[in-house]
């Protein structure tokens, strides 16, 4: 086969798998590690409706009651569940850690993409190498990638996609550009407001192409073939054309409701990212891209790397109810322009010290990650969840708890488990039935009256196998305490199987 026709060339392989497979192994470990959800829609949008297709059991939500959401990417994982179960993984966590694996080849792909995206570039091999190792290892990347949320499993398309944009730019080859609508479709298909960065990609092709006006027409009809695609899967999941994007789009947009949750500044996502990332690090992603604007006819290539995620970011920004998650991809961004900017210094300015160079942009790029490891530590701690955006009646929670979600899968490990309560924590903030994995009924509760009446309901139905979970410090009913044997304690929550009396 023409070197020329390869989608990577022989002589590029080898650091793209040995990057692929240090990024793979780093998210491995966080899918092991960074258990808990930073929000209820890690469970309830994704992987819970998933659970309940293949398992039978799960808690619906008015989205997927209404239609609000695609049944595409609670689809696929639903097939991963399938897949999973078939080949014998059966432990409630383990079948969920498979579920974050699985997610992680996707954003280790992606990681092996962006140092491609380098040798575009016009780095070096050695240069773009070394310059993509700290992504593949970074903190909060791979925190971001083994997340069950529809932001995070988008960020690998919309990355494959500006590759093949960058792809045709340099070839003119139609298959580029038709990788380039396919991988930006799927992004939407995950996530419907992927469509202002492939708006983004339409608009830099159009800048940066030789055939300006053909490129972003054929683009811009594919994406909308792949839009069209979501629609007919509309028709068989919700029996109607474009369901769940009409439906989330009045809910959002038209009627506002989103904005009840909160409603932030136009500079929330910049002041977040300054407050997230070192100086250093955002100051030489913003530099890197001036060089870009203003040395366009030149870098062409950084400018279609770029764009599409700034006018992603910008319409973020102008939408008022705002959360760092919903900007995840421009983080991973920020880390891959910043590392451009320094391996651009080395090539620039190493002269015959570029050895030592980039062995300190190297130093300087970890300890870049290391700030950010360090003031966000507590959020990798295994189950360890901020109740920051909780909102609802079901008060009574700390602002940071943990072992929700190891309680859940140490309740569904019970052989003889026939009915569970977990007591201390609200339904929302809960793994649902995923992490219980149990062909049984689970409730949860904070509130101190509803414990009581559920602990009532439980001891008066004498049903055996019933075991209650509660969160340590939790106020237990007094009248209940003799008939509670305790399992045992992790630390978090205390599992308690119930005996009756004669």
Same mark, same amino acid.
């Given at each position: 086969?023409?070197? *020329?026709?390869?989608?990577?060339?022989?002589?590029?392989?080898?650091?793209?798998?040995? &990057?692929?497979?240090?990024?793979?192994?780093?998210?491995?470990?966080?899918?092991?590690?960074?258990?808990?959800?930073? #929000?209820?829609? =890690?469970?309830?949008?994704?992987?819970?409706?998933?659970?309940?297709?293949?398992?039978?059991?799960?808690?619906?939500?008015?989205?997927?009651?209404? +239609?609000?959401?695609?049944?595409?990417?609670?689809?696929?994982?639903?097939?991963?569940?399938?897949?999973?179960?078939?080949?014998?993984?059966?432990?409630?966590?383990?079948?969920?850690?498979?579920?974050?694996?699985?997610?992680?080849?996707?954003?280790?792909?992606?990681?092996?993409?962006? #140092?491609?995206?380098?040798?575009?570039?016009?780095?070096?091999?050695?240069?773009?190498?070394?310059?993509?190792?700290?992504?593949? /290892? $970074?903190?909060?990347?791979?925190?971001?990638?083994?997340? @069950?949320?529809?932001? $995070?499993?988008?960020?690998?398309?919309? %990355?494959?996609?500006?590759?093949?944009?960058?792809?045709?730019?340099?070839?003119?080859? &139609?298959?580029?550009?038709?990788?380039?609508?396919?991988?930006?479709?799927?992004?939407?298909?995950?996530?419907?407001?992927?469509?202002?960065?492939?708006?983004?990609?339409?608009?830099?092709?159009?800048?940066?192409?030789?055939?300006?006006?053909?490129?972003?027409?054929?683009? +811009?009809? !594919?994406?909308?073939?792949?839009?069209?695609?979501?629609?007919?899967?509309?028709?068989? @999941?919700?029996?109607?054309?474009?369901?769940?994007?009409?439906?989330?789009?009045?809910?959002?947009?038209?009627?506002?409701?989103?904005?009840?949750?909160?409603?932030?500044?136009? #500079?929330?996502?910049?002041?977040?990212?300054?407050? @997230?990332?070192?100086?250093?690090?955002?100051?030489?992603? %913003?530099?890197?891209?001036?060089?870009?604007?203003?040395?366009?006819?030149?870098?062409?290539?950084?400018?279609?790397?770029?764009?599409?995620?700034?006018?992603?970011?910008?319409?973020?920004?102008? &939408?008022?109810?705002?959360?760092?998650?919903?900007?995840?991809?421009?983080?991973?961004?920020?880390?891959?322009?910043?590392? =451009?900017?320094?391996? *651009?210094?080395?090539?620039?300015?190493?002269?015959?010290?570029?050895?030592?160079?980039?062995?300190?942009?190297?130093?300087?790029?970890?300890?870049?990650?290391?700030?950010?490891?360090?003031?966000?530590?507590?959020?990798? *701690?295994?189950?360890?969840?901020?109740?920051?955006?909780? #909102?609802?009646?079901?008060?009574?929670?700390?602002?940071?708890?943990?072992?929700?979600?190891?309680?859940?899968? =140490?309740?569904?490990? &019970?052989?003889?488990?026939?009915?569970?309560?977990?007591?201390?924590?609200?339904?929302?903030?809960?793994?649902?039935?995923?992490?219980?994995?149990?062909? /049984?009924?689970?409730?949860?509760?904070? *509130?101190?009256?509803?414990?009581?009446?559920?602990?009532?309901?439980?001891?008066?139905?004498?049903?055996?196998? @019933?075991?209650?979970?509660?969160?340590?410090?939790? =106020?237990?009913?007094?009248?209940?305490? !003799?008939?509670?044997?305790?399992?045992?304690?992790?630390?978090?929550?205390?599992?308690?199987?119930?005996?009756?009396?004669?």
């Amino acid at each position: 086969m023409n070197e *020329n026709k390869k989608i990577i060339n022989d002589s590029e392989v080898l650091p793209f798998f040995i &990057i692929f497979a240090l990024s793979l192994l780093v998210r491995i470990y966080a899918a092991h590690t960074s258990i808990a959800q930073i #929000y209820p829609d =890690e469970i309830f949008q994704t992987i819970e409706p998933a659970h309940k297709l293949v398992f039978g059991r799960g808690i619906t939500y008015w989205e997927f009651k209404y +239609g609000a959401r695609s049944w595409f990417f609670p689809g696929i994982l639903a097939g991963v569940y399938k897949i999973l179960d078939t080949i014998g993984v059966k432990d409630p966590l383990s079948i969920n850690i498979g579920i974050k694996i699985f997610l992680s080849i996707f954003s280790s792909l992606a990681v092996s993409v962006v #140092y491609l995206l380098f040798r575009k570039h016009g780095l070096a091999k050695k240069e773009a190498f070394l310059f993509t190792l700290p992504l593949a /290892a $970074s903190y909060l990347a791979s925190y971001i990638s083994v997340r @069950t949320l529809t932001e $995070s499993a988008s960020l690998p398309f919309m %990355v494959f996609a500006v590759y093949f944009a960058s792809n045709y730019i340099k070839n003119e080859r &139609i298959r580029d550009l038709v990788f380039a609508f396919v991988t930006a479709g799927i992004a939407f298909m995950v996530r419907f407001q992927t469509a202002a960065f492939s708006f983004g990609i339409a608009v830099a092709l159009f800048l940066t192409a030789k055939k300006r006006f053909q490129s972003s027409l054929i683009f +811009g009809f !594919g994406f909308l073939g792949m839009v069209a695609l979501q629609g007919l899967l509309d028709i068989f @999941t919700w029996g109607s054309f474009f369901k769940s994007f009409i439906t989330y789009f009045d809910y959002n947009v038209l009627r506002g409701v989103a904005n009840k949750h909160g409603v932030s500044p136009w #500079y929330y996502y910049l002041s977040d990212i300054a407050k @997230t990332f070192h100086p250093v690090t955002w100051i030489s992603a %913003v530099l890197i891209m001036a060089i870009g604007v203003v040395s366009f006819k030149k870098n062409r290539q950084i400018f279609l790397f770029f764009f599409p995620f700034l006018l992603f970011f910008i319409v973020h920004s102008a &939408i008022g109810h705002k959360e760092p998650r919903f900007v995840f991809v421009c983080f991973f961004v920020i880390l891959a322009l910043s590392a =451009e900017f320094f391996a *651009n210094l080395v090539r620039k300015y190493g002269n015959n010290r570029k050895n030592a160079a980039l062995f300190l942009a190297i130093c300087l790029l970890f300890s870049l990650d290391a700030f950010t490891h360090i003031k966000y530590a507590r959020l990798w *701690n295994h189950s360890a969840t901020s109740v920051d955006n909780f #909102y609802g009646n079901d008060r009574g929670v700390e602002k940071l708890f943990g072992g929700v979600l190891e309680t859940e899968a =140490e309740l569904g490990r &019970i052989a003889d488990l026939k009915r569970a309560y977990l007591f201390g924590i609200p339904q929302i903030w809960t793994g649902g039935y995923a992490y219980f994995h149990k062909n /049984a009924p689970i409730s949860f509760t904070s *509130n101190p009256e509803d414990v009581r009446k559920m602990m009532r309901k439980a001891v008066e139905s004498r049903q055996s196998g @019933t075991y209650c979970a509660f969160k340590n410090g939790i =106020e237990m009913p007094q009248e209940y305490t !003799g008939n509670l044997e305790k399992i045992s304690d992790n630390g978090d929550f205390t599992i308690y199987k119930l005996r009756f009396g004669n």
